[in-house]
């Protein structure tokens, strides 16, 4: 039996690990947290000074158990879990529950999984820093009295099954904000004018320049002014100005650079890119990937200095020291790096070489010499005029770390880039091909994308590094939030052209607006963020999620201690949940658009059980209201009376088919076509108000189509795993759960029962999602219930 015993959070890394370390070795595999607070009741000890109370969950316990077993039988204990806060409370667990005794455990870190890496740690093991534990607990602490404590309230004066989170509730509200901006902005036009000039160089033959006019105007009645005084005017050279100029590389990504980087060019959502990168650290590619540091050891700035004198020379060489600027920065205490520089690339998926070879550049580009430039802008004067056009250029020098790698923005453009310009002389006379004065429009404010929304985060100092993945992906599951896209609209604009000594005017159409991967507000998330805003106004504040931070940081330092920082936030905050409780209106969003022209009664929208509705009459009339469900695309902030009166024309009947009446209707899930007591969803671009009989009868039979050519095959005796078509392309059920064919391009024609079986093993996720989903559904009952005897204890 080996002597020593290392216990890390996941297999992949234990994987890793085992090869560096002999014989004498076992790496085993906690899989994460062992154990957490008490889903029962609030889970805190409120009487003995906020202490969680800790249970193991039940798919640990055999975990636990094998641990336990293997730790009594080793003669040292290695807690290897992550450098960062949830790293330390890991080990604490580990220590707590297998009952490890401090004399024969050690606890080591490192930011990288590589042979020298871990030697080096074992040779420094230290204790468990409890301060880090501290922090980690106080931030779970507070987070589970903020979430049990607002829910029900919301339960109670929203809708039932909702809940609230700290960061979560800002990162809405942050969304909320920016789509009211958008609705309210008018776009203000204005018109730029760009002239095509023309010459001849010293050889006689013809050069062309463009340039843009350095004021806009802000009518056409001003841009026509001016092209009436261009049709006579001369237009010289005024003047030639070389300046040279320098760009320096980004630094080495962070947690959040790296996310905002892979979402800008790789196109990665915020918990891909993690997910990526967890993989690339525990298969010892690249270091530790939750860090807000962009510092490089020695060591990782002497191999990249060799690797690009290896691969561009000398003169391509400028090592730097980046300093972190930001605020509380305490994670790992190195920048996102590949564990290995000369290593340009990696096996395994092609995400995961994409994702490498990304920060490969972007760490080697960090080291190599800024880009030389040479920016030269051409003034050309109107007679008689005072304004002037600019052409500009911009020649690349020195190309430096431009050879390897140039950081993208949120607000690329496809605009072409500067070039070289043509030779000219001061003085020189130049002719007007055309001058253009187009119309257009001020930009309304872009809305958040999950890149651009971490990035504003980090700027205001709410969450870590270690909180911005989960924060977006839960405010998406909660439904306060959704991911998706909008087509463009059709939008006038005008155009003044002078050519020839004559001006044309005239309207062109163009598109704009159309967005990607964007984040929307739902009706839902609008109303939660109004009555959270409106009632617990500090636990939506963006200072107060802030201060909290640097309060965990504090803790985190040994500065401040944790029960206090919990006391006085409790003490603050409860007597407002109670409040709230009692005094506060039941909230839905309701909004009046108007009255319905056939009846005369109030014609409102707002949020019902089962989402957004439109709303006829009201209940305190004798009559009973009349409802409608509002489309998806539709929002209870911008709908209009008339949009709201065409949902009331629904259900309509289609016309027959097969003897049977087709109707069209909005249900919960949207709009769908029933015959014959089914069901057909009606795709997002067919309009349920506009659908026709044949359409309806395409869209039934392309859906029995796909049920026709759903089954592939059955496997086993009875026929227990089944063999499907599904949208990602083919998989397989067994037991009701869900499974994962691979290797990609598998014929699923060639599976077999025993291949299945294979499969089914590898994949214990798929059956743990259902178990975890039924846990979740009864969790959510059984605090549901709790709070309805409290409140009817209270009455």
């Given at each position: 039996m080996p002597k020593n015993l290392v216990i890390v959070?996941?297999?992949a890394k234990a994987k890793t690990i085992e090869k560096f370390?002999?014989?004498e070795y076992q790496v085993m595999s906690s899989f994460g947290h062992i154990r957490d607070i008490a889903e029962k009741g609030m889970g805190i000890d409120f009487g003995n000074n906020y202490q969680p109370q800790y249970v193991v969950s039940t798919d640990k316990k055999k975990t636990v158990s094998e641990l336990k077993k293997a730790s009594k039988e080793a003669e040292v204990i290695w807690l290897a879990?992550?450098?960062?806060r949830e790293g330390e409370a890991i080990a604490w667990h580990l220590f707590e529950?297998?009952?490890?005794?401090?004399?024969n455990t050690r606890r080591i870190v490192f930011h990288e999984i590589t042979k020298d890496a871990i030697l080096h740690a074992i040779e420094n093991p230290r204790d468990i820093d409890v301060n880090l534990v501290d922090a980690q607990q106080a931030r779970r602490v507070l987070d589970r009295i903020v979430g049990f404590e607002l829910s029900p309230v919301l339960w109670r004066k929203v809708r039932p099954s909702l809940s609230a989170g700290r960061v979560q509730s800002v990162a809405v509200r942050l969304i909320v904000e920016r789509e009211r901006e958008i609705n309210q902005f008018v776009p203000e036009a204005s018109y730029r004018v760009n002239a095509i000039f023309t010459s001849v160089d010293k050889n006689g033959n013809p050069i062309e320049l463009k340039a843009e006019l350095q004021q806009r105007f802000s009518t056409k009645e001003e841009a026509l002014g001016f092209l009436e005084q261009c049709k006579d005017a001369e237009f010289s050279v005024d003047n030639i100005v070389k300046r040279p100029a320098k760009k320096s590389p980004a630094p080495p990504f962070t947690t959040s650079t790296l996310q905002q980087e892979a979402a800008r060019k790789l196109g990665y959502s915020v918990a891909q890119t993690m997910q990526i990168a967890q993989r690339l650290y525990e298969a010892g590619k690249i270091t530790y990937m939750r860090t807000d540091s962009v510092n490089l050891s020695d060591l990782a700035l002497g191999t990249s200095k060799a690797e690009i004198i290896s691969m561009a020379g000398e003169k391509y060489v400028h090592i730097r020291k980046f300093n972190t600027k930001t605020k509380g920065a305490q994670e790992a205490h190195e920048a996102i790096r590949p564990t290995y520089m000369n290593a340009h690339t990696v096996d395994g998926t092609a995400q995961e070489k994409k994702l490498y070879e990304l920060i490969w550049k972007r760490t080697i580009a960090s080291q190599m010499a800024d880009a030389e430039l040479e920016k030269t802008s051409i003034y050309i004067s109107v007679s008689d005029n005072n304004l002037q056009f600019v052409a500009s250029g911009e020649v690349i020098v020195f190309d430096g770390f431009l050879k390897v790698y140039l950081e993208s923005t949120d607000d690329d453009t496809d605009s072409e880039n500067e070039g070289l310009l043509p030779a000219m002389k001061k003085g020189e006379k130049l002719t007007a091909e055309e001058i253009v004065a187009q119309q257009r429009f001020s930009q309304k404010p872009p809305r958040y994308s999950e890149a651009s929304l971490v990035r504003k985060l980090e700027e205001l100092g709410i969450g870590r590094p270690s909180t911005y993945a989960p924060t977006?992906?839960?405010?998406?599951?909660?439904?306060?939030?959704?991911?998706?896209?909008?087509t463009a609209e059709k939008r006038q604009y005008n155009v003044l052209k002078l050519k020839a000594g004559k001006i044309s005017d005239k309207i062109k159409e163009e598109n704009t607006g159309a967005e990607k991967s964007k984040l929307f507000p739902t009706d839902i998330g609008t109303v939660v963020n109004d009555f959270l805003t409106d009632n617990f106004p500090s636990i939506l504040n963006y200072n107060f999620t802030a201060e909290v931070e640097k309060e965990f940081d504090s803790i985190a330092e040994g500065d401040i201690k944790w029960t206090k920082s919990i006391d006085k936030f409790y003490k603050e905050f409860h007597p407002i949940v109670e409040d709230t409780m009692k005094?506060?209106?039941?909230?839905?969003g309701e909004r009046v658009l108007g009255t319905d022209p056939k009846t005369g009664r109030q014609l409102s929208v707002k949020i019902g059980k089962y989402g957004p509705i439109a709303q006829i009459g009201t209940a305190e009339e004798e009559e009973k209201p009349v409802f409608a469900s509002l489309l998806k695309s539709q929002s209870i902030e911008s709908i209009t009376l008339e949009e709201a009166l065409d949902l009331f024309k629904l259900p309509r009947q289609v016309g027959e088919y097969e003897g049977k009446v087709m109707t069209v209707a909005i249900g919960r899930f949207g709009p769908y076509i029933r015959h014959d007591s089914s069901f057909y969803s009606l795709p997002k671009t067919d309009d349920p108000m506009e659908v026709s009989t044949e359409r309806a009868i395409e869209i039934i039979e392309e859906k029995r189509e796909v049920e026709?050519?759903?089954?592939i095959k059955t496997l086993g005796e009875n026929g227990e795993i089944q063999v499907l078509n599904g949208r990602f392309g083919p998989y397989f059920t067994f037991e009701n759960a869900n499974?994962?064919?691979?290797?990609?391009?598998?014929?699923?024609l060639t599976l077999t029962f025993e291949r299945c079986q294979e499969l089914i093993a590898a994949q214990p996720e798929a059956a743990g999602k259902k178990k975890g989903f039924a846990k979740k559904k009864a969790a959510t009952k059984t605090a549901k219930t709790e709070t309805k005897a409290k409140t009817t204890k209270k009455k």
């Open positions: 959070e996941s297999p370390l002999g014989k879990s992550d450098e960062d529950e297998l009952k490890l005794k401090k004399e977006i992906s839960t405010i998406q599951n909660r439904s306060y939030v959704e991911k998706g896209d909008r005094n506060s209106e039941r909230q839905v026709r050519n759903r089954l499974y994962k064919i691979f290797p990609k391009g598998t014929d699923p």
